[in-house]
């Protein structure tokens, strides 16, 4: 982190002195830069010119007394905070009386920092996101003690490295890693429990709800030791439980497995590459919708980019592979099911699209359950189906369902029968969080839409995404998450359900 932050600067015309522990970190972290910028030049990014330049901007030394003449000092070492504490005791001492120091903590608190100094009032927190010259989000964060010109100084500064500051208060984990760190630590709950596995969240997330990285190649890339210090510190303040980092995370961490950085975390980065599983072939599956309704309509209009035939009246049900019930009322859409069972051949797979955890209720009244999966589109515009057995779907037939839906071109996943499926129960808690902190006026809209977009590449912040899916939408998946689990913090946030009952969006 210390290297790219080394780099946007440097990137920005500055000239920087960077300070390392010793010589062998020293040189580590010239590799960083070298490769970093090599990478640039390599994809014609800059010229071998600009690159020499960049590169000769950077003084590197492990002396910190070399730092006496810096207007600003940014700490990046490990996220302890007795060490931060220390490194800050030694800055104070070199530093020139004016210059400001800054610490890219991820989530301790300034404040802490600043007070141990003899100048909390030019003490600000200036937070990077990884990798630091591609990210454009930049937190600064002032605490009660630090002097306005300070934040503004560095928020200027900020921007003419071409990154967009979004300045906040002292909490832990600020804006982006707040939200993000609760879905992160979802996801490995997720995968901890059973309910999916990790290559199914991964892909679930990115291709149905278009993050630029599923949670665990995220998390790899972060690093495992960072990811468990900003769980333990957000847990520290908030003692909300989806915080409390996940054993499975812990463990890994404990193994020395951190992710990219030592080669293996969740995922193993040995240079071999995984094999692809290959798109299933076969013949367009004849396709039966019952129920009327956007759902229904969303399914036909799939059907029809598939090329594959639709039918939709009780009559033809016969000839279907697959019959998808897509009802507006579970009631209306039990029976329907129910009614389509009798009239199908054996061998047709039955599909329930309720996503509250209740496929098997549907399934049981169908009095063939061994037949019925649940399918959900999270996205009807993005090209992913989830598919859930129940403890009642025999294995052949979740199988099945999932390679008649890839012969629909979609990307499919599997589940278990639970609430949300994966994305909505990882997406909507997310959503629920960022409504949370707007209630509570830490961030406004725009700040917490840009912390995700900026700082985590989502092609959409929280708070749009609330009101293109719905405050009723994200009301209802909340109500069914928290019913399931109990767990107080699924509950609907009531600024959320205020909206919904309005039916006005957040902005
Ligand atoms: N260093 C420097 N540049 C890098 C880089 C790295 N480690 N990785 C990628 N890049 C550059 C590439 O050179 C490329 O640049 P150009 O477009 O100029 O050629 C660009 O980024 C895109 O790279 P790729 O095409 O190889 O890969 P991609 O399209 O898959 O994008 C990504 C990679 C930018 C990392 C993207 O996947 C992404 O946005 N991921 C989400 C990252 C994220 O969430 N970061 C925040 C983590 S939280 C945090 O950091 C805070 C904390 O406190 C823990």
Same mark, same amino acid.
Do not use: W
């Given at each position: 982190?210390?290297?790219?932050?080394?780099?946007?600067?440097?990137?920005?015309?500055?000239?920087?002195?960077?300070?390392?522990?010793?010589?062998?970190?020293?040189?580590?972290?010239?590799?960083?830069?070298?490769?970093?910028?090599?990478?640039?030049?390599?994809?014609?990014?800059?010229?071998?010119?600009?690159?020499?330049?960049?590169?000769?901007?950077?003084?590197?030394?492990?002396?910190?007394?070399?730092?006496?003449?810096?207007?600003?000092?940014?700490?990046?070492?490990?996220?302890?905070?007795?060490?931060?504490?220390?490194?800050?005791?030694?800055?104070?001492?070199?530093?020139?009386?004016?210059?400001?120091?800054?610490?890219?903590?991820?989530?301790?608190?300034?404040?802490?920092?600043?007070?141990?100094?003899?100048?909390?009032?030019?003490?600000?927190?200036?937070?990077?996101?990884?990798?630091?010259?591609?990210?454009?989000?930049?937190?600064?964060?002032?605490?009660?003690?630090?002097?306005?010109?300070?934040?503004?100084?560095?928020?200027?500064?900020?921007?003419?490295?071409?990154?967009?500051?979004?300045?906040?208060?002292?909490?832990?984990?600020?804006?982006?890693?707040?939200?993000?760190?609760?879905?992160?630590?979802? *996801? #490995?709950?997720?995968? /901890?429990? $059973?309910? =999916?596995?990790?290559?199914?969240?991964?892909? %679930?997330? @990115?291709? &149905?709800?278009?993050?630029?990285?599923?949670?665990?190649?995220?998390?790899?890339?972060?690093?495992?030791?960072?990811?468990?210090?900003?769980?333990?510190?957000?847990?520290?303040?908030?003692?909300?439980?989806?915080?409390?980092?996940?054993?499975?995370?812990?463990?890994?961490?404990?193994?020395?497995?951190?992710?990219?950085?030592?080669?293996?975390?969740?995922?193993?980065?040995?240079?071999?590459?995984?094999?692809?599983?290959?798109?299933?072939?076969?013949?367009?599956?004849?396709?039966?919708?019952?129920?009327?309704?956007?759902?229904?309509?969303?399914?036909?209009?799939?059907?029809?980019?598939?090329?594959?035939?639709?039918?939709?009246?009780?009559?033809?049900?016969?000839?279907?592979?697959?019959?998808?019930? *897509? #009802?507006?009322?579970? /009631?209306? $859409?039990? =029976?329907?099911?129910?009614?389509?069972?009798? %009239?199908? @051949?054996? &061998?047709?797979?039955?599909?329930?699209?309720?996503?509250?955890?209740?496929?098997?209720?549907?399934?049981?009244?169908?009095?063939?359950?061994?037949?019925?999966?649940?399918?959900?589109?999270?996205?009807?515009?993005?090209?992913?189906?989830?598919?859930?057995?129940?403890?009642?779907?025999?294995?052949?037939?979740?199988?099945?369902?999932?390679?008649?839906?890839?012969?629909?071109?979609?990307?499919?996943?599997?589940?278990?029968?639970?609430?949300?499926?994966?994305?909505?129960?990882?997406?909507?808690?997310?959503?629920?969080?960022?409504?949370?902190?707007?209630?509570?006026?830490?961030?406004?809209?725009?700040?917490?839409?840009?912390?995700?977009?900026?700082?985590?590449?989502?092609?959409?912040?929280?708070?749009?995404?609330?009101?293109?899916?719905?405050?009723?939408? =994200?009301?209802?998946?909340?109500?069914?998450?928290?019913?399931?689990?109990?767990?107080?913090?699924?509950?609907?946030?009531?600024?959320?359900?205020?909206?919904?009952?309005?039916?006005?969006?957040?902005?």
């Amino acid at each position: 982190m210390g290297a790219g932050i080394a780099e946007v600067l440097a990137r920005g015309g500055l000239a920087v002195v960077g300070v390392e522990v010793d010589r062998d970190a020293l040189e580590r972290g010239r590799g960083h830069l070298e490769s970093s910028t090599g990478r640039a030049v390599k994809r014609g990014r800059l010229t071998a010119e600009a690159q020499q330049e960049i590169l000769g901007r950077v003084a590197l030394t492990t002396d910190f007394a070399d730092l006496g003449d810096c207007d600003l000092v940014i700490e990046a070492v490990p996220e302890r905070l007795d060490l931060k504490r220390r490194v800050f005791a030694e800055l104070d001492r070199v530093c020139r009386a004016d210059a400001v120091l800054a610490t890219n903590t991820s989530s301790l608190p300034v404040t802490d920092i600043a007070a141990g100094t003899s100048r909390p009032s030019q003490v600000v927190g200036v937070h990077f996101f990884n990798p630091a010259p591609v990210m454009k989000l930049v937190e600064v964060i002032a605490t009660v003690l630090t002097e306005p010109d300070a934040v503004t100084g560095v928020a200027e500064l900020v921007k003419g490295l071409g990154k967009t500051p979004v300045t906040i208060g002292d909490r832990a984990g600020f804006v982006a890693n707040r939200l993000l760190f609760g879905y992160l630590n979802g *996801a #490995a709950a997720m995968l /901890e429990s $059973g309910h =999916a596995t990790r290559d199914d969240i991964d892909t %679930a997330m @990115k291709t &149905g709800a278009g993050l630029p990285m599923g949670p665990f190649t995220l998390m790899d890339l972060i690093g495992l030791d960072t990811c468990l210090q900003v769980l333990d510190a957000i847990y520290a303040e908030s003692r909300d439980r989806r915080h409390a980092a996940s054993p499975l995370l812990r463990e890994l961490v404990t193994a020395g497995l951190l992710g990219r950085k030592t080669g293996r975390g969740f995922y193993a980065y040995d240079g071999v590459e995984q094999a692809k599983p290959d798109a299933p072939d076969g013949p367009r599956p004849v396709v039966g919708i019952v129920g009327v309704g956007p759902l229904a309509d969303a399914i036909a209009a799939l059907c029809d980019r598939a090329g594959t035939q639709v039918r939709d009246s009780a009559a033809e049900l016969a000839g279907c592979d697959l019959v998808v019930e *897509a #009802a507006e009322d579970a /009631e209306a $859409g039990r =029976a329907l099911l129910s009614a389509a069972a009798q %009239a199908v @051949k054996p &061998g047709t797979v039955l599909a329930v699209t309720s996503v509250d955890g209740s496929v098997i209720r549907q399934a049981m009244a169908t009095g063939r359950p061994a037949d019925v999966v649940g399918l959900h589109l999270p996205d009807p515009a993005a090209p992913l189906a989830e598919i859930a057995a129940t403890v009642a779907t025999a294995p052949d037939v979740a199988g099945r369902a999932a390679e008649l839906a890839g012969r629909l071109g979609l990307t499919v996943v599997r589940c278990r029968d639970r609430a949300g499926f994966i994305v909505d129960a990882l997406r909507f808690p997310y959503l629920n969080d960022a409504a949370a902190m707007l209630g509570a006026g830490y961030a406004d809209a725009d700040s917490i839409d840009a912390a995700m977009t900026l700082g985590c590449g989502y092609p959409t912040g929280p708070i749009a995404d609330l009101d293109r899916l719905g405050p009723d939408r =994200a009301v209802t998946v909340l109500n069914a998450l928290h019913a399931e689990t109990r767990d107080p913090a699924l509950a609907p946030t009531p600024l959320l359900v205020e909206h919904a009952t309005a039916g006005r969006p957040l902005r």
